[in-house]
């Protein structure tokens, strides 16, 4: 999820005395009445393919590193490049990291540097366009920048580059340098520090600039890649990066950013359509495919429309490495299909982020043929499809019922219909009119019966693009066992009966969400629950598990048939039972189920992912970036607290509401992690009646050592109602202040919660962000309108 930011206050000083260029010149307003030479240079790029976690994966016990082999993938072949050429692919992004691969004189391994240099030339002799960079190094070491020729980050970068400049000035116009990937600093957040990750990032792209021009060869003329801070598209970042590249008056530099749509949807957080509202914002509805509208539509007004040729040199959605249900297919084929389109339609170069899931590198053929399909048929223009699920579910309700299915034709012409090689029988097994496909009922008869599951693969043909393929799945209602487990390992034994889970809700008996994203209303699919269709399981993972604080809890578990089953479990110690309270069946056939949860954010949630994990993974790792949202620090201190923490998260809920005048005094529940420093998730509930903010102190008693000086922060303060507005962000209402041995949570706010809750999130440290030593937490006091009307022990 992206964050857009409105304003940039580019306060960039002036570095000459550290490098020989001067970075930071007057804005000058390019304007493209013609297409400038790095625009027609992307052109050319065409479609691009990224060589993911070969050249780039490592080990961080150096001593193990394997080089390209380190994260799992197989040795790269000549074979396989070739293959990537015959998909239709023109560019390659070939990812280096050199962490670990470096002397103390940071002298690049001789051996590594030639195995990549090989590669980097069989990509050239296909006839590539070339992509070599800075990979994973720029969420390590080059964290730490400073533009200082004394600094050890400074250094590095520079030999390292020097070395690359050398050996690779002679190749011709097509091998193309990226400055760094993704880059980030520990002084800096998308959340407060963008003018100085602006900064960091333009001279980076300086120092590369600087190298490259005068290390001789062809790199006088090369073409250099130039990536906004957190290659995000937010117009700030956007316009810093113009504003730098216009500076040079050098019409060899591309600007590049990422794309990996909405967080919430990317990774599957119970969003999981393509044009399903994920909130509201002022109004609007946002889904994933207008946000991408706004974010290509940011960097092509401020960059591609100045004259900046823009790739984007890595898309694709952070769910592809979870499992095979971890998206739902055919919306995932959507997002393809359209962003490919929009892409060329704003003249910015596309680059797929294939980490080996997608082309398989031993035999060299797409993983999921409808994936593979599709992109190469994007390369060519659009593409049709169902406009509702791919997958049409049918049980004995349905028998004889005929089914519609709206097409989005995109420009095509809808051709026929086929079930294996045999073609169906237009007016005898189904009718087309008004770019609708309806099977009959007679057609569908046959397959209701035998064992769940699916019973057909209907291809859909179009007079051009890819085909689409649409399923028919005979279901009946899901079973959810009883189950006993422990707060480690929790399995439901189910018979799914042909039905497909689609999301997951977990809360409280008053309604409250819990769950590692607190701030959202649904359970992160591979990370906190999945479904095992294998094992006929749905098990909760550890990431839940370890967040339930030993509550009683509601699991409400979503179907793509449209039944909802509520799964109560009890924990006691480490034991969690569980088993099924009520459930809503699904009748009828279905392509498109309406079940929803009952509030919609009406604004963005504004807590702002991360760019990358911090280690590497132990197989193979998923999409980077990942940008899950996290709850860290808005200010990142330079070195990490030592301290781990001491206190697993729990959950304490205050006892009932008590009447205090002409309103409810709330219900409080807290979950409080200790570490290097305090963080607390709060729920604010008003199960009946209404909760006066202004009235309402949360008073954290606690002892500790030392009297620093103590920072508070509130990273989110969402308000959810049954009442419009729905949702309302509230975070820069919420104050702390400190006093002797407590900290007071007021609200600066007229705002009352009507029937729902304020979800709170909030952090303190000590103010030069060493650790607390000896923290003692105490009590919770609710304060109410001047009295105290709850003590959370």
């Not at 095509?412 to 008004?434: I, M, P, Q, R, S």
């Not at 649904?522 to 906190?528: K, P, V």
């Not at 969402?718 to 729905?726: E, I, K, M, N």
Request: proline share 4%; with cysteine.
């Amino acid at each position: 999820m992206k964050r857009k930011v409105t304003a940039l206050l580019l306060c960039l000083l002036m570095v000459a005395t550290l490098l020989p260029s001067d970075i930071f010149a007057t804005k000058e307003i390019v304007k493209a009445a013609t297409k400038t030479k790095s625009q027609l240079y992307v052109e050319a790029m065409g479609d691009g393919w990224n060589l993911g976690n070969s050249f780039d994966s490592f080990n961080s016990d150096y001593q193990y590193d394997t080089g390209e082999t380190s994260w799992g993938n197989p040795v790269v072949t000549k074979e396989l490049i070739h293959e990537i050429k015959e998909r239709g692919f023109d560019s390659i992004r070939i990812p280096f990291t050199v962490m670990g691969r470096c002397d103390k004189e940071y002298n690049i391994n001789k051996d590594y540097l030639d195995r990549y240099v090989e590669v980097v030339n069989w990509a050239l002799d296909e006839g590539f366009y070339v992509m070599i960079n800075l990979h994973h190094d720029s969420w390590n070491w080059m964290k730490n920048w400073q533009l200082n020729e004394f600094s050890p980050v400074y250094i590095e970068y520079t030999k390292i580059w020097e070395q690359l400049c050398e050996t690779f000035k002679d190749a011709d116009e097509h091998l193309m340098f990226e400055s760094i990937n993704e880059p980030q600093y520990n002084d800096a957040t998308m959340d407060w520090g963008i003018p100085t990750g602006v900064k960091h990032t333009n001279e980076i792209n300086q120092t590369l600039y600087d190298i490259c021009r005068n290390s001789g060869g062809n790199n006088a003329t090369r073409m250099l890649v130039f990536p906004t801070y957190t290659t995000n598209d937010a117009a700030s970042v956007c316009e810093g990066l113009y504003d730098y590249i216009a500076s040079l008056h050098d019409e060899n530099i591309i600007a590049t950013f990422h794309y990996y749509s909405q967080w919430v949807y990317s990774s599957n957080l119970g969003k999981t359509k393509f044009d399903e509202v994920l909130w509201q914002t002022d109004g609007v509805d946002i889904t994933p495919r207008n946000s991408l509208v706004s974010s290509f539509d940011s960097v092509y007004d401020n960059l591609v429309a100045k004259g900046i040729g823009v790739v984007c040199g890595e898309y694709g959605l952070l769910g592809f490495d979870k499992s095979d249900y971890g998206l739902q297919n055919g919306e995932t084929l959507k997002y393809l299909e359209y962003i490919n389109y929009y892409a060329k339609q704003k003249g910015i170069c596309l680059m797929l982020w294939d980490n080996g899931q997608h082309m398989d590198r031993y035999k060299y053929e797409w993983k999921n043929p409808t994936f593979g399909n599709m992109i190469e048929a994007c390369m060519k223009g659009r593409s049709s499809y169902t406009t509702g699920l791919d997958t049409i579910f049918v049980n004995e309700n349905t028998k004889n019922a005929d089914v519609k299915m709206p097409l989005t034709l995109n420009g095509n012409k809808f051709v026929g219909l086929f079930n294996g090689d045999t073609e169906l029988t237009e007016g005898k097994d189904y009718t087309y009119a008004n770019e609708t496909v309806t099977l009959k009922g007679s057609y569908i008869a046959p397959f209701i019966t035998g064992d769940y599951g699916k019973k057909a693969t209907l291809t859909m043909k179009f007079s051009a693009g890819a085909d689409w393929e649409q399923h028919i799945v005979y279901y009946n209602t899901p079973e959810l066992k009883a189950a006993t487990g422990t707060t480690e390992e929790f399995n439901i034994p189910v018979e799914f009966n042909g039905a497909v889970a689609e999301k997951a809700t977990s809360q409280t008996a008053t309604g409250g969400w819990v769950s590692n994203n607190w701030w959202w209303g649904f359970l992160e699919y591979d990370s906190e629950w999945t479904a095992d269709y294998t094992t006929n399981e749905i098990k909760m993972l550890p990431n839940y598990l370890k967040v339930t604080g030993g509550k009683d809890l509601d699991l409400i578990f979503r179907f793509y048939d449209g039944t909802v089953v509520t799964y109560g479990i009890t924990c006691s110690g480490d034991t969690i039972t569980g088993k099924v309270k009520s459930v809503e069946s699904s009748v009828g056939a279905v392509t498109e189920p309406s079940i929803e949860p009952s509030v919609i954010p009406s604004v963005e949630p504004s807590v702002e992912p991360s760019i990358v994990p911090s280690v590497e993974p132990s197989v193979e790792p998923s999409i980077v970036p990942s940008v899950e949202p996290s709850v860290e620090p808005s200010i990142v201190p330079s070195v990490e607290p030592s301290v781990e923490p001491s206190v697993v998260p729990s959950v304490k809920p205050s006892k009932e509401p008590v009447v205090s005048g002409d309103s409810l005094a709330p219900q409080v529940e807290v979950a409080t992690t200790i570490g290097g420093g305090i963080s607390q998730v709060y729920n604010i509930i008003a199960k009946q009646g209404t909760v006066d903010l202004s009235k309402l102190t949360i008073r954290y008693n606690y002892k500790k050592n030392g009297s620093k000086e103590q920072k508070f922060w509130c990273d989110s303060a969402g308000l959810q109602q049954s009442q419009a507005p729905f949702y309302q962000a509230i975070g820069e209402d919420v104050k702390g202040t400190f006093g002797n041995g407590y900290l007071d949570i007021t609200f600066d706010t007229e705002q009352k919660i009507v029937n729902g809750q304020l979800t709170l999130g909030i952090r303190f440290n000590q103010a030069d962000w060493s650790a607390y030593s000896d923290f003692e937490a105490g009590s919770v006091e609710v304060i109410y309108d001047g009295k105290v009307v709850n003590v959370i022990e």
